[in-house]
């Protein structure tokens, strides 16, 4: 294990519930470093690029309109094992099937509207920082 650094995204869902603070104090009390942190909210565009992979899935246009819905928190965080830790925190992309004490277990509605996102491997993680913070900002 080496420190890593990941990205992650408060859903609008979460953000417009008011949950923001209770997630990034789940986050930061599961030991993540607070590398970055700016609420800004997505275009089309931007959503349809971010979740790329997923556009022949039959749930993609229901994915960028959710994303797209309202504002939402993007993260750069820091942590031994950040990737795995996240997913981790985070808990299943189905809140039925997420164990107790994670953060889908406790705020997610279902399993589009799940309220967090993480990167789930150390390259999407870079791609997804590249994404929204330029390196020179992350403290
Ligand atoms: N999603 C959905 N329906 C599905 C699977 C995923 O609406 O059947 C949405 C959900 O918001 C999820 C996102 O698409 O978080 C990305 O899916 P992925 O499989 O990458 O899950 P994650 O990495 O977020 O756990
Ligand atoms: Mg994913």
Redesign the pocket.
């Given at each position: 294990m080496s420190v890593e650094r990941t990205f992650s995204i408060i859903?609008p869902d979460a953000v417009a519930a008011g949950q923001a603070g209770e997630i990034l104090a789940m986050i930061q009390k599961a030991g993540f470093k607070v590398l970055g942190l700016r609420m800004t909210r997505l275009t089309e565009t931007q959503a349809q690029g971010f979740?790329a992979?997923?556009k022949e899935?039959?749930?993609?246009e229901?994915?960028v309109k959710?994303?797209t819905e309202g504002p939402i928190i993007v993260m750069a965080l820091e942590r031994e094992d950040a990737v795995k830790g996240l997913?981790e925190v985070?808990g299943?992309?189905?809140p039925a099937n997420a164990a107790e004490g994670t953060i889908?277990k406790r705020f997610a509605a279902?399993?589009?509207?799940?309220c967090?996102?993480?990167s789930?491997a150390p390259e999407t993680a870079a791609q997804e920082l590249a994404f929204f913070f330029s390196t020179a900002d992350l403290l």
């Open positions: 859903k979740y992979v997923h899935r039959p749930f993609f229901g994915l959710f994303m997913r985070m299943a992309t189905n889908r279902n399993i589009e509207r799940n967090i996102h993480g789930d």
